[in-house]
Each structure stands twice: as C-alpha cells, then as structure tokens.
Nanobody, 120 residues
Framework: VQLQASGGGLVQPGGSLGLSCAASGSIFAIFAMGWYRQAPGKQRELVATITSGGNANYVDSVKGRFTISRDNAKNTCILQMNSLKPEDTAVYYC???????????????WGQGTQVTVSS
C-alpha cells in the first residue's frame, strides 16, 4: 500500500491550496482518511478527518476555512485550504485506516509529508 500526497507549496496569506492523497495497492476497504500537520518545534496535530460515509471533523483552528472530501471509488482524499494564514505553515501528512482483506486487522498508514508555507 502506498499513499501519495501532493499539492503543497508556497502561498500568500489569504490564498488557497489543495492537497491530494491517493492510496494505491491491494486494498479491501478504506475507513477513515485524514490530514495531520506538524510545524517546526511543535507536535503533529490532527487537521481534519473524514469517514467512509462522508462525516468530517476539523480542528477548531481550521473550521470554516478548510474542507476535507474523498472519492471512495478512487481511494483519494482532498484537503481544500482557503483563507490560509501564516500559522497554517507546516508539513502536512495524509493518514488512512484501511483493511487489506475482509477479515484482516485495521491498519494505519501515513503518506509522505508535503510542505505548505504561507508567507508574503
């Protein structure tokens, strides 16, 4: 199983970026998908998660600005980030919980980080 994250970059305050995470491999089912971020000198924090049924949750600091979505047919997860602030600067990591087989244990996978820098 591989998680390929993309879409990071440099953006000015108030700007927008979209992050994408695609899961590939022999996967039976993906359950929760989400994004975490880690800023320099800080612990990794949860940004947003979404269940297979589409229920989304957000950390308070991004509510109203970020939107998480997923395409279950394509095993992809999108994080649309609007009204970006300098404090959103961090390395963003994709995270998924999945099963490789119908009766296998739930497993957690992480994608490689993608840098988001918000600066003028």
């Amino acid at each position: 199983v591989q998680l390929q994250a993309s879409g990071g970059g440099l953006v000015q305050p108030g700007g927008s970026l979209g992050l994408s995470c695609a899961a590939s491999g022999s996967i039976f089912a993906i359950f929760a998908m989400g994004w975490y971020r880690q800023a320099p000198g800080k612990q990794r924090e949860l940004v947003a998660t979404i269940t297979s049924g589409g229920n989304a949750n957000y950390v308070d600091s991004v509510k109203g600005r970020f939107t998480i979505s997923r395409d279950n047919a394509k095993n992809t997860c999108i994080l649309q980030m609007n009204s970006l602030k300098p404090e959103d600067t961090a390395v963003y990591y994709c995270n998924v919980y999945l099963k490789l087989r119908a009766y296998s244990a739930l497993q957690e996978y992480w994608g490689q980080g993608t840098q988001v820098t918000v600066s003028s």
